[in-house]
């Protein structure tokens, strides 16, 4: 149950905020838009492909056709393309728009089909894109988000793309996956038994990479003490940038980065 009255903390912003507050308030509090780059673009139709295949599986008990995720890899891509302006890079530029086009649509088929051979038919969703929403009592927010993939009480996990192997403790430090076991927790009445950061990953030879995890009540407890923090942030209108060094403080992974006044300019000689 939640309060209809409450405004909504996503998942997505509880972890922008942890990772730069000023990307948070760029995009939460001033509303501000910058186009989407083609890393995220590509996460964003490979994520709808699998989404696809998973609720074929649940529904039809059965899989899509690879051709169908291939096709729906293609026409997702192109979709997401051509719906508005879309952020290159120098060297995605140097390309021409129609060969970064086209090296998207690979990568999103590549990623898509590797997720269908090799990980899909080992997985038994009983929740695809689990939508859900709790009033926390006494915060002044609702916490809200969407499972991406959930195994009744055994698993839930989430599908990343990557060009490159995270670290082996990216599950373990993962604010979402400690949120979606915080959130089926109270929905269930049971704690999941395993959550997985499930990695599609964009190699010479594209491979797959499960970084498997747990959660229990301090993990819990982390989370609402990160909850507090973020509602006084909200409310004082303070937010901290993230360090230059961090990398996802780029023109690659932000497009705020441009016009973000704690960014050092190079120096001119």
Not at 48 to 63: F, P, R, Y
Request: aromatic share 8%; with cysteine; glycine share 4%.
């Amino acid at each position: 149950m939640t309060s209809d009255t409450k405004p909504q903390l996503h998942v997505s912003g509880l972890e922008m905020l942890s990772r730069c507050g000023i990307q948070f308030e760029f995009v939460y509090v001033k509303k501000e838009y910058e186009p989407p780059g083609i890393d995220l673009l590509v996460g964003r139709s490979t994520h709808k492909s699998v989404a696809s295949d998973m609720t074929s599986k649940l529904k039809n008990k059965t899989l899509l056709s690879l051709e169908e995720i291939c096709d729906q890899a293609r026409d997702t891509l192109i979709r997401e393309w051509d719906s508005g302006e879309i952020r290159l890079e120098v060297d995605e530029a140097l390309w021409g728009i129609k060969r970064a086009k086209a090296n998207a649509i690979d990568k999103t088929v590549r990623l898509s089909t590797l997720h269908h051979i090799e990980l899909a038919p080992h997985l038994n969703p009983t929740h695809v894109e689990r939508e859900w929403a709790l009033d926390l009592r006494g915060c002044p927010v609702n916490l809200a988000g969407a499972i991406d993939l959930q195994e009744g009480s055994e698993w839930i996990r989430d599908t990343k793309t990557s060009a490159k192997t995270p670290g082996e403790d990216i599950a373990e430090q993962s604010l979402q996956l400690t949120t979606y076991s915080f959130a089926s927790f109270i929905l269930d009445k049971t704690l999941v038994k395993n959550l997985s950061l499930d990695y599609l990953i964009d190699k010479k030879v594209p491979a797959k990479k499960i970084f498997k995890t747990t959660r229990d009540e301090e993990d819990f407890r982390v989370l609402f003490v990160r909850i507090e923090a973020a509602v006084k942030a909200l409310e004082k209108g303070v937010f901290i940038p993230a360090r230059q060094l961090d990398w996802w403080c780029s023109s690659r992974f932000c497009g705020f980065f441009h016009k973000c006044r704690y960014v050092r300019r190079p120096k001119q000689f």
